[in-house]
């Protein structure tokens, strides 16, 4: 046995930070981080998304018989900007991370993997919360909806944000490739537009079977509830119920995929 062995036997590693502290800390340094070069990007997904609801006005109209599809089209809208950070460029920004070897100064640090990820995930989503009340304010006025219940995106954004950040961190820790981390994250976006948007009811009994497989349409649908005149509150709850599930595996899995990055990096 060596002397340095030895010494490093006697003196010891420093232990691991908390979950929480860790947490905090990669949260605040992700949030500096990202709020100069993130602003711009999301100002281009709320814009998208208002884009997408302004097109939609001209297909569904405002009239009683298209009040439940109008709920479904504000509803999925308003979580599109939600959907375009948390799986778009949370896959490209861990992919990049891997690509570069970003992921062996996490690894050097002593803090757990979950909060790199959750850290990451939560800074990345918070940028997400007044596109998104932008996006229901505007779309409540052009389908003459109610904003009554608007505070409910307080809940959707981050157990919706949660569900998909894992999802994306998750694409872009397992590709074997930055472009491929790009791709899935670009294929994700669009699996959110087409089946977070269209209304439900105007799509083939397949796709609603694959719909029910995106995390961020449970987030849609609590909205969308929220947007009658008497919301059914239990079937509000059962549906972020079923987000907050969702995002808890995801990010279980976003986690596990980090490690396995870090230990082959």
């Known amino acids: 046995m060596t002397t340095a062995t030895t010494a490093a036997r006697t003196v010891g590693l420093a232990p691991r930070a908390a979950l929480l502290p860790s947490l905090a800390a990669v949260y605040r340094a992700q949030l500096s981080r990202a709020r100069v070069s ?37 509803a999925g809208s308003s979580v599109l900007v939600v959907a375009f950070v948390a799986l778009n460029l949370l896959a490209q920004y861990f992919g990049r991370l891997k690509a570069s070897g970003g992921l062996d100064h996490y690894a050097t640090l002593p803090v757990p993997a979950a909060s790199v990820v959750l850290g990451t995930a939560a800074a990345y989503a918070s940028f997400t919360v007044p596109g998104a009340l932008l996006t229901a304010a505007v779309g409540c006025a052009l389908f003459q909806l109610s904003m009554l219940h608007l505070w409910i995106l307080l809940l959707v954004v981050p157990l919706s944000g949660a569900a998909l950040s894992g999802v994306g961190a998750a694409c872009g820790l397992l590709a074997g490739r930055q472009e491929i981390a790009t791709l899935l994250g670009q294929l994700g976006m669009s699996a959110a537009l087409l089946l977070g948007v269209l209304p439900p009811g105007h799509m083939p009994e397949a796709v609603r079977w694959v719909r029910d497989l995106l995390p961020s349409t449970y987030g849609v649908d609590a909205l969308a509830r929220t947007f009658a005149g008497k919301p059914d509150w239990s079937a509000v709850t059962v549906d972020l119920a079923v987000c907050a599930a969702v995002g808890v595996i995801s990010l279980a899995l976003s986690t596990w995929a980090y490690r396995r990055a870090a230990t082959r990096n």
Not at 53 to 69: E, F, H, L, N, Q
């Open 38 to 74: 993130r602003i711009p990007l999301l100002f281009v997904a709320t814009f998208q998304s208002l884009g997408i609801m302004v097109m939609m006005r001209g297909v569904v109209g405002t009239g009683p018989s298209d009040t439940g599809a109008a709920r479904d089209v504000v």
